[in-house]
Every structure is written in C-alpha cells, then in structure tokens.
C-alpha cells in the first residue's frame, strides 16, 4: 500500500478501535498480533499511525492487556511497529518491506492462508516451466543460464545468491509468456524471498538447489515441457521440505 504519512502525529488512529472486533478464541499473543497484522495488510493502519492505547486495544479486542502487550513486543521485534516509551506505538514506515514479514510471521504461525499460498506457488511454477520450455528462445536459454551461473557464483554471499535464484523463477515466468501467469508469480515475489531467507542456512541447500535448478534448465533448453514439468514438481517437493526442516528449528 502507498501512502502519504505523518510519522510525528501525535494524535491516535481514530477508528482502529472500531475496526477491532473481540478475539473469539482464548486470548493469546499470536491471535492478538495477527488481529492487528489482519487491519495492517488490509490497508486499515497507516504507517506513521499511533496505534491506540493497550488499554483501548484490550477492550476492542476483548483480550487481557498482557496479550496486547505481548503482542506489540512481538510486532516491534519484527519491525512492524515501533514502540516508544512515553509516546506509544507507532506503524513504521517502509511498508514495501511490510508483506515479507507478515508472510514470516504467518510461516511462524502456520497459518492457513500462508500456507495455501505456498501451495499456490508450488503448483505455478510447475505450469512456468512447462510453457517456458514450449516457448523458450534460444535467447531466453541464455538468460536463465547466466541466473544459473549467478547463483553459482553467489559464494558466501547469501543476499546474491537469494536474488539470482528469484531472477530465475521470475525468467520462467517471463518465458511462459502468459501475462497472468507471470502476474501472480511476481505479485507472490515477497513469498520467494522469505522462503530463501528461511532455508539458506540449512546444510546442502546451496547445492540441492543448484543441482534442481540446472535440471529445470536442461528440460527447457531441450523444450521438454514434461521433463521441466518434473524438474520444477521435485525442486518444489524439496524446497518445501526444506521450508518445513527450517520451521522446526
């Protein structure tokens, strides 16, 4: 969302209280927190907001003040919100950064919807790589080939190495050539980069993903779609094994 804000404004969101409807389920921390990440992603709060006082928090929400409390910690920890002593709790700004962390926190959660989200993805990239490898230019070969060779040359450099392997999927996306397609996979971008940012520091994830990504690339340069079909289903099926080991950690 993009928005005009006063970060300085003193005076509190006047209907955020009245958005706020009862916790239904036994108060809790994480039901609190994602009441609010509910009204945030929905465009509800605006960054800059003074967010009301616990006290009005925990009376819109019907919850004990502990768990509004326990919440907004967990929110400032994440960056979300900025708790300042004597003033209250603030949005913060930066809210291109805001869906990569309510995406890590719903991980954090399990989420339903993060959840079906992840599926979603798993099954378009499939699609992807099918109509990539039916459509793909020798030009187009060669751009996912230098992603590839990115991504190998990443090194110790987790943040290149992230960025390169997102180029890649974004690429199939591009080759597919089917604007939709390309539109939901680049509108779940946030989802790519939280699942690498999770998974990069598990043993064999540099090399597992390579060896999935250079049999991706080997079925669309031999305009197999059913082979890049089967290429991207078993990287999917590994990265999220990946994605669910780091969960337990």
């Not at 004990?64 to 709790?89: F, K, N, Q, W, Y």
């Not at 890590?104 to 099918?130: F, I, K, P, Y």
């Not at 751009?143 to 890649?168: N, T």
């Amino acid at each position: 969302m993009t928005v005009t804000s006063q970060p300085d404004q003193q005076s509190p969101a006047p209907d955020l209280a009245q958005l706020l409807r009862p916790v239904v389920r036994e108060s809790s921390v994480s039901e609190v927190a994602k009441r609010l990440l509910d009204h945030l992603s929905a465009g509800d709060i605006r960054p800059g907001t003074r967010l009301p006082a616990e006290r009005q928090l925990a009376e819109a929400l019907g919850v004990a003040r502990s768990s509004v409390r326990g919440a907004l910690s967990a929110l400032d920890v994440l960056g979300i919100i900025e708790i300042r002593p004597g003033s209250g709790s603030y949005v913060r700004e930066g809210t291109s950064e805001f869906l990569p962390r309510a995406i890590n926190w719903g991980l954090m959660l399990g989420q339903r919807r993060t959840q079906d989200l992840v599926e979603v993805r798993t099954h378009m990239e499939g699609v992807s790589a099918r109509l990539a490898a039916e459509r793909a230019t020798d030009a187009d070969v060669a751009l996912l080939e230098g992603h590839l060779s990115h991504m190998r040359e990443a090194g110790d450099d987790v943040q290149a190495f992230i960025d390169a392997d997102i180029a890649f999927h974004l690429e199939c996306a591009r080759i597919a050539r089917n604007s939709v397609l390309s539109d939901i996979l680049h509108s779940i971008r946030a989802l790519l980069q939280v699942w690498m940012e999770r998974v990069s520091d598990l043993e064999d994830t540099v090399s597992g993903t390579l060896c999935e990504h250079d049999a991706v690339l080997q079925a669309i340069r031999a305009r197999d779609p059913e082979a890049a079909d089967r290429a991207m289903a078993e990287h999917m099926r590994m990265a999220s094994a990946r994605l669910r080991t780091s969960m337990e950690h």
